[in-house]
């Protein structure tokens, strides 16, 4: 599914060249990007993948939009003047009517996050905060969340909470979060996923993004520089180092020639 068809970067110029986020593109030609199923923005440090999905995200006020500022130029909001001047167009339904709005589950997921989330879930105390306040996001009335907090089920589900963090590895856990984060029919932005996780287990969220974005009608675009996330995801991709913003195959791109390379030299070592 296509919520999102296109977003367009603003190509406004303003006098310093160092001001934020306007620095992260004025040496862009193209600041146009189109959105397949599955997108990604491919780059090295500093190439504005990040600030690209935080600009989508903002534009678009989506869950876990953060604002950013640039004190050190007065107290002009750049950051919100940028925002304003970025557009976008929405894709259609299956029976090619334009939607008037993302879902309202969509969401954009940041590495820390989940490894903030880890860290909260792997302290007790917080543990039923943190459960009663995902039923409240998700709409439980009062009452309901009431009753959920003196139950068998909230004493069964922190026990089996508190049995994963002891049994599976951060990694394990981050996959299991983006499992319960991710629902059908949604758009998703997702900054470097692969944090913390082995190269399986970054080939194994590759393969569910797939399913997710084919069956479940969910739409992602995802910053990521693995080569096991770029192999295996049946994305576009746009390659941010390159001022064209080009998209490319996966197999063109730097960091996966890299390790091409790499393996490569040492090939005598695993005959």
Same mark, same amino acid.
Do not use: A, G, T
């Given at each position: 599914m296509i919520y999102l068809s296109s977003?367009? %970067? #603003?190509? $406004?110029?303003? /006098?310093?060249?160092?001001?934020?986020?306007?620095?992260? %593109? #004025?040496? $862009?030609?193209? /600041?146009?990007l189109l959105f397949a199923p599955i997108t990604v923005l491919y780059g090295g440090n500093a190439s504005g993948k990040s600030t690209m999905l935080n600009i989508m995200a903002n534009r678009l006020q989506l869950e876990g939009h953060e604002y950013a500022s640039c004190n050190r130029f007065g107290i002009e909001p750049y950051f919100k003047n940028f925002v304003d001047e970025c557009a976008y167009t929405l894709g259609d339904d299956d029976d090619g009517r334009q939607f008037w709005a993302v879902p309202s589950k969509s969401r954009y997921i940041k590495s820390e996050d989940l490894l903030y989330e880890v860290k909260k879930i792997q302290q007790e105390q917080i543990l039923e905060d943190g459960y009663i306040y995902e039923h409240i996001r998700r709409g439980m009335p009062k009452e309901q969340r009431e009753a959920l907090k003196n139950s068998n089920q909230m004493i069964w589900q922190m026990e089996c909470i508190k049995f994963a963090q002891e049994k599976y590895s951060n990694g394990e856990t981050v996959m299991q979060m983006l499992d319960d984060y991710i629902e059908p029919d949604a758009l998703y932005l997702l900054d470097e996923p692969e944090v913390s996780l082995s190269p399986e287990n970054q080939t194994k969220l590759a393969e569910s993004l797939n399913r997710s974005a084919r069956f479940l009608g969910c739409q992602f675009v995802i910053s990521t520089h693995s080569p096991f996330m770029l192999g295996t995801l049946n994305a576009r991709i746009y390659n941010l180092d390159t001022k064209e913003l080009e998209v490319s195959r996966w197999t063109e791109l730097e960091n996966v020639r890299y390790f091409y390379q790499f393996f490569e030299k040492h090939r005598h070592e695993f005959q």
């Open positions: 977003f367009q %970067f #603003s190509d $406004k110029k303003v /006098k310093n060249p160092y001001i934020y986020p306007y620095n992260i %593109f #004025s040496q $862009k030609y193209e /600041k146009l």
